[in-house]
C-alpha cells in the first residue's frame, strides 16, 4: 500500500473540518451567512474554567471548543491579531513584533505610533476583510488590528480609530446596530476587539484574584453580546466566533537581564521589539561578537537572520534585522532601564503553554458540543473563509469546499 503523508497543514484542515455542521448542505442556495468575531486581549486558555466564566462556559459547550488555540511566535498582540486576519505567520505578513523597523522604507512602526499603525504599506498579506470586500462582501472592525489602515487599498466598510478606553458597552451596541443596518449595507463580517485581560494579567499575573474579577466581568460582558445578538433579525444565520491572541506567563524581578550590559553598545545601531522577543541591527563587523556573547549567555535565545529554530518560523524577513533574542519562559530581557515592574508577560515560545489562548465557535456552521485538540492560530483566516462562503484559489480549501468556491 502506498501511504499519502499529508502535510501538516492538510492534517489541520482535515482537524478543522470536523468543526462544521452539515458541510454538504453548506452548498446549497441558502443566503451567505454572518459572522462575528470577538477577540479577547491575553485570555488564557485556562481562565474559563479556573475562573468560573460561566457564559463563556456554555457558550463553549454548546457549540465547539478547541482545547487551545496556538499563537504564532512572537506571542504579541500586534503579530498574532494580524495572522488571525491574514492566516500567515508574522515572518510571511510582516507585522514581526509589536515595534520594528523596516530597512527598506527606513521608517519605524510602534503601536502608539498613529500614522504608521495606519500605514497600509507597513501591512502584508489580505486580511479576511479585503478578502470579503474584493468579493463585494461587506466587513466591519471594532478595532481589529490592520483595520485602520488601507491594505492594498481595501479597507472594511466599517472601521474605528483605536481609542482604548473607549467603553465596552458601546462597542457592543455599534455591533448591534451594524448587524440592524438594512441588508444592502449589512457586514456579514464584524471583527470586535476588547483590549482585557491583557492589562490586569501584565500587572498581576495570570493567577490573581484581580485577573480572575476583569475575566468575569468580561464573561458578564460576553453574556450581554449574546443576548443582544439573539435578539436581531440575523440571529438564526449568525456564526460567533470567541478568541483570543496568546496567554500570560509570570516573570519575575530576580530574572532579568539588560541587554545593553551583556553586549557593547557601540555593536548595536538599534534594539526593536520589547520584552521578551528583541530584533538587533549590528553594526557592521560585529554580528559575530554579538552572537558570540548572547550564545553564552545563560537564559536567553538568539539566532542570525535565517537561521532561527523551524518550529518558531520566524527566521526570515528584513524586519527581523540581524540577531533576534528570546528570553527563556518566566526571563525577561530589556533594553535600557525597564520601564515599569509587571507580575507576567507573553511573547514567549508558543510550545510553552501559558502562551496558549482559547477557541470556541457557535452558530448554524458549527457543529454542537464538539471539542477539539488545540490548533494553530494561523487556520483562524480558514475558518471565516469557510464559514463566510468565499472563494479561494487554495487548493486543500477548495478540495474541502468541493471545488464550488474556486476562483
Ligand atoms: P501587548 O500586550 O504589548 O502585546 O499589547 C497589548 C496592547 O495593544 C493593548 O493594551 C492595547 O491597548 C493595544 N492595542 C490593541 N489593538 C490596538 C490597536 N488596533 N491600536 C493601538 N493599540 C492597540
Ligand atoms: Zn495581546
Ligand atoms: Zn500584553
Not at 474584493?134 to 485602520?148: H, I, L, T
Not at 509570570?250 to 557593547?264: F, N
Not at 465557535?361 to 471565516?384: C, H, T, W
Request: aromatic share 12%.
Amino acid at each position: 500500500m502506498v501511504a499519502f503523508p499529508l502535510s501538516h497543514r492538510t492534517a489541520a484542515i482535515l482537524l478543522l473540518s470536523s468543526l462544521f455542521a452539515f458541510p454538504g448542505l453548506r452548498l446549497g442556495a441558502q443566503s451567505r451567512p454572518y459572522v462575528l468575531v470577538v477577540s479577547m486581549d491575553a485570555f488564557r486558555w485556562d481562565y474559563p474554567e479556573r475562573y468560573g466564566a460561566t457564559n463563556i462556559l456554555r457558550f463553549g459547550q454548546e457549540g465547539v471548543r478547541a482545547h487551545a488555540l496556538r499563537p504564532c511566535f512572537p506571542s504579541k498582540t500586534f503579530p498574532n491579531h494580524y495572522t488571525l486576519a491574514t492566516g500567515l505567520v508574522p515572518a510571511r505578513h510582516g507585522i514581526v513584533n509589536n515595534s520594528f523597523h523596516d530597512p527598506l522604507s527606513g521608517r519605524d512602526y510602534r503601536i502608539s505610533d498613529r500614522a504608521a499603525v495606519m500605514d497600509g504599506t507597513f501591512y502584508g498579506g489580505e486580511p479576511i476583510w479585503a478578502t470579503a470586500e474584493n468579493q463585494g462582501v461587506r466587513s466591519a472592525c471594532f478595532y481589529w488590528v490592520g483595520s485602520e489602515a488601507a491594505i492594498n487599498g481595501v479597507s472594511p466598510t466599517y472601521w474605528k480609530k483605536y481609542q482604548h478606553d473607549f467603553p465596552y458597552d458601546q462597542r457592543i451596541d455599534t455591533v448591534v446596530h451594524w448587524f440592524s443596518l438594512p441588508s444592502a449595507r449589512r457586514p456579514h463580517l464584524v471583527m470586535l476587539y476588547f483590549d482585557q485581560p491583557d492589562g490586569v494579567g501584565h500587572d498581576h499575573g495570570p493567577e490573581h484574584p484581580e485577573t480572575g474579577q476583569v475575566v468575569r466581568q468580561l464573561d458578564s460582558l460576553f453574556g450581554r453580546l449574546l443576548e443582544a445578538m439573539q435578539g436581531l433579525a440575523v440571529a438564526d444565520s449568525l456564526n460567533i466566533i470567541l478568541l483570543s491572541d496568546h496567554g500570560m506567563g509570570p516573570i519575575h524581578p530576580d530574572q532579568s537581564l539588560r541587554l545593553d550590559s551583556i553586549l557593547d553598545t557601540t555593536w548595536v545601531v538599534r534594539a526593536k521589539g520589547g520584552n521578551p522577543v528583541f530584533n538587533l541591527e549590528v553594526r557592521d563587523g560585529f554580528e559575530d561578537s554579538v552572537m558570540f556573547r548572547l550564545e553564552r549567555t545563560p537564559h536567553l535565545l538568539a539566532w542570525r537572520q535565517g537561521e532561527g529554530p523551524d518550529h518558531l518560523r520566524y527566521s526570515e524577513h528584513p524586519r527581523l534585522l540581524d540577531v533576534t533574542v528570546l528570553a527563556d519562559s518566566a526571563w525577561s530581557i530589556h533594553w535600557g532601564e525597564p520601564s515599569g515592574y509587571s507580575a507576567a508577560t507573553h511573547g514567549f515560545d508558543p510550545a510553552n503553554k501559558d502562551m496558549h489562548a482559547i477557541f470556541m465557535a457557535k452558530g448554524p456552521a458549527f457543529r454542537q458540543g464538539l471539542i477539539i485538540p488545540s490548533f494553530e492560530n494561523v487556520y483562524v483566516y480558514d475558518i471565516m473563509l469557510y464559514v463566510l462562503r468565499l472563494k479561494t484559489d487554495d487548493y486543500v480549501l477548495s478540495v474541502m469546499f468541493r471545488n464550488k468556491y474556486r476562483t
